[in-house]
């Protein structure tokens, strides 16, 4: 028996407002980072998501689970190093196992180069077990 947890309470990237810094999440499924409009805009668990198109709000509004980032949305890679919640580049991501991946990337730090140089697997495990300890803390 699982223990519930309002999904509310776990602590989204919101910069500039928005999940994935207002890129199309949808989008990335496609390998593009393309940057969402506010006519195509909707909320998910608290969160407010941009799309570029109609029809790619429609298929999030069908599946958000889906296309929803992972780690709330923070640096998929300091999460499984560190246990911290970084920023993203929102033109820096990964689709693994049919799941979305955001990374920091600036100046000589890219960490999708580290996350793919090391081993992603075990980043990934990493990762999802650190983000159970911290999904909850703002």
């Known amino acids: 028996m699982g223990l519930l947890v309002s999904a509310q309470s776990i602590d989204y990237n919101t910069k500039k407002g928005y ?13 593009k980072a393309v940057e969402g409009k506010t006519e195509f805009s909707t909320k998910f668990d608290g969160v407010s998501y941009k799309f570029s198109s109609q029809g790619n709000l ?15 949305g923070y640096c998929a890679y300091a999460v ?5 919640k ?8 990964e689709i693994r196992d049919d799941k979305l991946y955001l ?10 180069e580290f996350w793919k140089k090391e081993s992603p697997v075990e980043l990934q495990a990493k990762a999802d077990v650190n983000w159970e300890k911290i ?4």
Do not use: H, R, W
């Not at 499984?80 to 911290?84: I, L, N, Q, T, Y």
């Not at 970084?86 to 991501?93: A, L, R």
């Not at 999904?135 to 703002?138: D, E, I």
């Open 19 to 31: 999940a994935a810094n207002g890129y199309d999440v949808v989008s990335y499924f496609e390998d």
């Open 103 to 112: 990374f920091y990337n600036k100046g000589k730090t890219n960490t999708l």
């Open 80 to 84: 499984a190093v560190s246990g911290k």
């Open 58 to 72: 429609d298929m999030f509004t069908a599946n958000p689970e889906k296309y929803a980032p992972q780690y709330g």
């Open 135 to 138: 999904k909850n803390k703002k």
């Open 86 to 93: 970084v920023s993203i580049n929102p033109e820096t991501f």
